[in-house]
């Protein structure tokens, strides 16, 4: 209930018509946008979201994304499920919790669309997690918030609907050093002919809370239903830890873990491997890689494979592009 009271102290103020008052109504409300911007571009350990931070992303999420436009830059038209009578959507937020298999569970009985952040987009890549592609396919919409390089493997899943925070062109995140370029992951798309639908939101216009993303995934599921397929095939690609695949392209995201471990993610990424692959697209956790180090790992592993490996994001977060030119 703090955000009440702030409001109605900034609208009494307001309505004072006080040059003073207008001036301190002023300085709290940018005090105030700079402590959220502040929170929101570091990720918040769980004292601070004890202590409202929660609450306040809940109130900024369902005030400014009924502002947000929504821009579809891949449209082949969303899959039609037995029952689109109805629309409950669960989105499951960053919170600590790692159940995802029980909450996927639930959330089939109930809902008929489930948005999906790092976490749980991360676990289809596990063995655990890739059964349940296949299991909630025909039941239920798998929606994914693609906000940075570590969504890349997300391509080879084939979620139904991808939601992509954009700020000055690119998917990026509050603190993973990670950024992609739109029109990199839209050239993607087009390239593999992606069954996927993916629209843009202004990246200040969509946080992470439940609110905020369920609106963002009814308007695009309701939009989307007037250019529905029909009969589309029921695979839900294909993945691992190492990486995804989709018709003939590999995807992986690299982290000092797999950069550090070579033959260890060969192995493991060569299970996707076969003779009609012809292209691998990669991704690099650049808050513990450099650029150098990339292009290195890139350039052995296509020596390793004999087809193209590209790299597809750069060394950007939402703070590096505030404070830049692009």
């Given at each position: 209930?703090?955000?009440?009271?702030?409001?109605?102290?900034?609208?009494?103020?307001?309505?004072?018509?006080?040059?003073?008052?207008?001036?301190?109504?002023?300085?709290?409300t940018?005090?105030?946008?700079?402590?959220?911007?502040?929170?929101?571009?570091?990720?918040?350990?769980?004292?601070?979201?004890?202590?409202?931070?929660?609450?306040?992303?809940?109130?900024?999420?369902?005030?400014?994304?009924?502002?947000?436009?929504?821009?579809?830059?891949?449209?082949?038209?969303?899959?039609?499920?037995?029952?689109?009578?109805?629309?409950?959507?669960?989105?499951?937020?960053?919170?600590?919790r790692?159940?995802?298999?029980?909450?996927?569970?639930?959330?089939?009985?109930?809902?008929?669309?489930?948005?999906?952040?790092?976490?749980?987009?991360?676990?289809?890549?596990?063995?655990?997690?890739?059964?349940?592609?296949?299991?909630?396919?025909?039941?239920?919409?798998?929606?994914?918030?693609?906000?940075?390089g570590?969504?890349?493997?997300?391509?080879?899943?084939?979620?139904?609907?991808?939601?992509?925070?954009?700020?000055?062109?690119?998917?990026?995140?509050?603190?993973?050093?990670?950024?992609?370029?739109?029109?990199?992951?839209?050239?993607?798309?087009?390239?593999?002919?992606?069954?996927?639908?993916v629209?843009?939101?202004?990246?200040?216009?969509?946080?992470?809370?439940t609110?905020?993303?369920?609106?963002?995934?009814?308007?695009?599921?309701?939009?989307?239903?007037?250019?529905?397929?029909?009969?589309?095939?029921?695979?839900?690609?294909?993945?691992?830890?190492?990486?995804?695949?989709?018709?003939?392209?590999?995807?992986?995201?690299?982290?000092?873990?797999?950069?550090?471990?070579?033959?260890?993610?060969?192995?493991?990424?060569?299970?996707?491997?076969?003779?009609?692959?012809?292209?691998?697209?990669?991704?690099?956790?650049?808050?513990?890689?450099?650029?150098?180090?990339?292009?290195?790992?890139?350039?052995?592993?296509?020596?390793?494979?004999?087809v193209?490996?590209?790299?597809?994001?750069?060394?950007?977060?939402?703070?590096?592009?505030?404070?830049?030119?692009?």
């Open positions: 209930m703090q955000h009440n009271y702030w409001q109605g102290l900034i609208e009494g103020e307001a309505q004072a018509g006080d040059p003073l008052l207008r001036g301190k109504t002023l300085l709290l940018v005090i105030f946008a700079a402590i959220y911007v502040s929170v929101m571009l570091n990720n918040p350990d769980e004292r601070l979201k004890a202590a409202g931070y929660n609450q306040l992303l809940d109130w900024y999420g369902l005030t400014i994304v009924q502002f947000a436009e929504l821009e579809y830059v891949h449209n082949p038209g969303l899959r039609v499920l037995n029952d689109n009578s109805s629309l409950s959507i669960e989105a499951v937020v960053p919170d600590g790692t159940d995802y298999a029980d909450r996927l569970d639930n959330a089939i009985l109930s809902c008929q669309a489930i948005v999906e952040c790092s976490g749980m987009d991360s676990w289809h890549t596990t063995s655990a997690g890739q059964k349940y592609l296949g299991y909630m396919r025909d039941k239920i919409y798998r929606i994914v918030v693609f906000d940075g570590h969504h890349l493997p997300t391509l080879g899943t084939r979620p139904d609907i991808i939601i992509v925070p954009v700020f000055k062109g690119y998917a990026v995140h509050s603190y993973m050093r990670d950024g992609m370029k739109v029109e990199c992951l839209t050239a993607i798309l087009k390239a593999i002919d992606s069954p996927s639908v629209v843009t939101v202004p990246r200040f216009f969509i946080v992470k809370s609110g905020s993303l369920t609106e963002v995934a009814s308007r695009v599921i309701r939009d989307s239903l007037d250019n529905s397929m029909v009969n589309e095939e029921n695979n839900p690609g294909q993945a691992n830890r190492y990486g995804s695949r989709y018709k003939d392209c590999l995807f992986a995201y690299i982290s000092n873990k797999e950069a550090d471990n070579w033959q260890d993610f060969l192995v493991g990424f060569q299970k996707l491997y076969t003779e009609d692959i012809n292209q691998v697209y990669l991704a690099f956790n650049y808050n513990e890689i450099n650029r150098q180090q990339a292009q290195e790992f890139a350039q052995k592993l296509q020596t390793e494979l004999g193209p490996v590209e790299i597809v994001n750069s060394p950007v977060k939402v703070a590096d592009l505030i404070w830049s030119d692009n």
